[in-house]
Structure formats: structure tokens, C-alpha cells
């Protein structure tokens, strides 16, 4: 058995339209991804930081990941 807010949101989310739940559901997504990184906050800043940097000078080459795209979806 569901508790009260569960069933309440359940219901919100059935009536929502085919726009708006994909909304959601990407919204939804995006927080278990920041929920299941194991990267420290140290570290990620450290990441993000090489990240922009590497953004504004694309030539560089990030020594810590092959593919910036894949290491954005860990981080971003």
C-alpha cells in the first residue's frame, strides 16, 4: 500500500499531458543522476573546472578523460 502523498502524486501524474510528463520525467531523471554520483564535491569542482576550461580553449586535450562528452554525462 502506497502512503497518502504517494497515491496523491500518482493521481496528479496520470492527468498530466503527454508534454508535461515528459517534463517530469526528464526532470526526474536529472535527479538520480546528481543522487547516484560518487564523486566528491572537491573533485567535481575540480572536474567542472577543467570542463569550462577546456570549453574555452578547445585545443587543449583533458588528461584525465578520453571522451568530454561521456565524462559531462557523470558530472553535469
Known sequence: MMSPTAEILKR??????PDALEAFAKMMESFEERNTSS???FYMDEIL????FH???????LDFYENISEL???CA
Open 39 to 41: 564523486i566528491s564535491p
Open 55 to 61: 570549453n574555452e580553449n578547445p585545443s587543449t586535450k
Open 49 to 52: 573546472y577543467r570542463i569550462r
Open 72 to 74: 559531462k554525462k557523470y
Open 12 to 17: 496528479k501524474i496520470e492527468n498530466f499531458g
